[in-house]
């Protein structure tokens, strides 16, 4: 599962590459001819990619903990993939679109460098916190929290970004391309933050619901299915806007649990 994430973003940097070769005017006839995409097709694939990186970074855990075949290699391993599929992947991805539309504007090109970098940046020291914070050396007072990440997920993170991609994409709207480098630093400024989300490590086909919370989960899933391509952000943004709620209204948040 974990060598499925990586191939996963591997494929999607590769993507976002040829996304931005066929874009010039020296590349593009080349690479219609080689694989028949348009550059918009292609960063969606790529899009698609980290989506499908995400399912296997999920997979691979509760395949771990069913197997109880939980180890250190596992999880170092499991962060080497995280940081192509959902660090240098979306990075590539905001900054070659960033770039396609500006490249006479050395500027905003170099802006979007660093931006990206800077996503990047966090993303990795992200991972390495979280690995650090579970390693079983520390003392269990400081062990990391069970049922809660502190800072956004990494795979959260880069599901938002690539999903608002697809949005925009979708929405045939490039002047809203701009808006992307905004959301990838404040993405990156909660990864690194300690506020806290649900790890959802707890739910699995075993989760008891009532008739009307499995109603709604039923719901939610009908409409991402019909409305992928704008149900997937929301969903996103929806976990990212809970955990910020939870945060700033933590009593209301526990009377409301």
């Not at 698609?48 to 939980?70: H, Y």
């Not at 650090?132 to 599901?159: Q, W």
Request: glycine share 6%; net charge positive; charged share 15%.
């Amino acid at each position: 599962m974990t060598a499925g994430n990586l191939f996963c973003g591997f494929v999607a940097v590769i993507r976002c590459i040829q996304a931005k070769f066929a874009s010039t005017a020296e590349g593009a006839d080349t690479l219609v001819d080689t694989i028949a995409r348009t550059p918009e097709q292609l960063y969606e694939q790529a899009v698609w990619f980290i989506l499908a990186a995400v399912v296997f970074d999920i997979l691979d855990g509760r395949m771990a903990r069913l197997t109880k075949k939980e180890s250190l290699f596992g999880k170092e391993f499991d962060s080497l993939a995280d940081i192509v599929s959902f660090g240098m992947a979306p990075a590539l991805l905001v900054f070659f679109l960033l770039l396609s539309p500006t490249a006479d504007f050395p500027l905003v090109r170099t802006l979007g460098g660093l931006v990206g970098f800077f996503y990047l940046l966090c993303a990795a020291m992200r991972l390495a916190r979280y690995n650090v914070i579970t390693s079983p050396l520390l003392k269990p007072s400081e062990n990391f929290p069970k049922h809660d990440f502190v800072g956004l997920p990494v795979p959260a993170a880069a599901g938002m970004i690539s999903s608002l991609v697809l949005v925009i994409n979708r929405a045939e709207t490039p002047t809203l391309t701009f808006i992307l480098p905004v959301f990838l630093v404040l993405i990156a400024l909660l990864m690194m933050s300690r506020v806290r989300y649900p790890s959802l490590k707890s739910i699995g086909v075993r989760t008891k619901m009532d008739l009307g919370t499995f109603a709604a989960v039923i719901l939610v899933l009908v409409g991402t299915y019909v409305f992928h391509y704008f149900a997937i952000a929301v969903l996103f943004a929806g976990y990212i806007l809970y955990g910020l709620i939870r945060h700033w209204f933590p009593k209301r948040s526990k009377a409301a649990n």
